[in-house]
C-alpha cells in the first residue's frame, strides 16, 4: 500500500501568494473551461455521426449524456486531489496510490499522449495532401511521410515550449473558434444536406453496432490529462468554486458532440461514416468552399492544440528524467531538449505505424477509459474526505466496463477486415 496519507497536508495551500504548485494563479473561470474544453475536443469529432448511426439517435444522445456526467465525477474528484496534494500534473497524483497503479497510469498515460501526438501528425499530414493534391497520387517529395512528418514536428516545437495554460491563450482562443466554427459548418451542411434528401434511413442497432458505439461514445470526455494543471492555475476566487469549471466544460462537450452527431446521422441516416467531413465532400465536393474551410480550420485547429497534449507528456517525462525536481521549474534548455525527444519519438512512431485507425483503436482500448474513469476513482478512494464511496465504485466499473468493450470492438474489427 502507499505511504501517502492526504490528510497530511492542508487542502489548497498555495506555495506563495499567487502561486500553486509553481504555477501562477492566473485562469479565471472561463480560460479554465476553455482549457478543458480544448482538452477534451479532438478530430474525432468528426466520427459522432457515424457513433449515431450504429446506435440510433437516441440511444447516442442518452449514452453521451450518461458518459458527460461520469466525467464530470471524474473530473471533480482529481481536482479535490490535486487539490490536497498541491501538485500540477496527473502523474504528480501519483503518490496517493499504490505503486502498481502508479507505474500503470504513468506508462499509459505516457503511450497515450505519445500515440495521440502520432495521430495528430498522421492526421494533418493526410488532410494538407489532400488540400493541396485533391485526388492526385503523386506525391512531391515536400509532402512524401518522412519530409512532411518532420515540417510538421518543426512548425509546432515552439509552440510546445509554453509551460502554463495562461501562456496558450491566444492559440487557445483560436482553437476555441476554429472549433466552433467547424461545429457549425458541419451543422449547416448536413442540415441542407437532409433538406436535400427525403430517404432516412433510421439505424437498425445490434450488440456488435452498440459495442463499436461505445468504442467512439465511451472515449468522448477525455481530458484529464491537463485537469491537474488548470486546477493549479486557477486564480483563488475561482478555485473556490473550481466544480463549475468541469461541469460546465462537460455541457459544453456534449452539446457540440451532440450537434454534430445528430445532424450527421439526420442527414446520411445508418450510412453515414467514419467522417462526416468526407461525406459532406462525397455529396457537395471537395472543391467546396465550406469543405475546404473546415478542412483548413481543423489543419490549424490540431497544429495549435497539440501544446496541449506535449505539455502533460513533457511533465511524465522530467518527473522520471529529472526526479524530485518540479517540471515547471526546469531550464530552457532541459524543456527544449525533452520537448524535442518527445517530438522525435512521435515522428519515429508515425513513420512505423502510419495507419491511423489501428493507432487510434489501440490508443482508446488500452489507455482512455482507465485513465478517464478507473483512475479518478481509485485516487478519490485514496484521497478525498469523506471518501466517496458509490460515485468512485461507478466510475471506476464504468472505465473498465468501457475498457473491456472498446477492447471487443477493436477484436471485431480486426476480424471483420
Known sequence: MSNYDPLDSEPGVPDKLGVFGGLEERLGLFGGVVSLVLSMVGTGIVAFPFAFGLCGGWTALLGLGGIAFLAYLSYWQ??????????????????AIPKGWTYYADASLWLLLVLATTAYILIVADM?????????????????????FA??????????LARSLHGLALLNMYCAGAILTVVVAIV????KISEESSNFAPAHPTAVSLMLAVSILGNAMFGHMNVAQVYAELTPKTKKHANIVPLIA??????LYSAVGLSGYLAFGRSVGPDVIADIARRHGSRDSLVILMQVLLV?????????LVMPLRSITLSYVTPGKNPNAVSLPVNAGVVFALLTSSYLVALALPHLDLCLEVLGATCVAPLCFTVPARLAWSCVEPRPTVASITVGLTGVCISFLTLGAVVIKQMSD
Open 78 to 95: 482529481l481536482m479535490q486531489c490535486t487539490a490536497r496534494m498541491g501538485v500540477t500534473s496527473y502523474g504528480g497524483l501519483m503518490p
Open 300 to 308: 490549424t485547429y490540431i497544429l495549435c492544440k497539440l501544446p496541449l
Open 128 to 148: 494538407i495532401r489532400t488540400l493541396i493534391l485533391g485526388s492526385s497520387t503523386d506525391l512531391p517529395l515536400l509532402l512524401s511521410d518522412g519530409v512532411l
Open 151 to 160: 515540417l510538421i514536428c518543426l512548425v509546432v516545437f515552439p509552440l510546445c
Open 250 to 255: 462537460c455541457i459544453v462537450v456534449f452539446v
Open 188 to 191: 449547416w451542411k448536413c442540415y
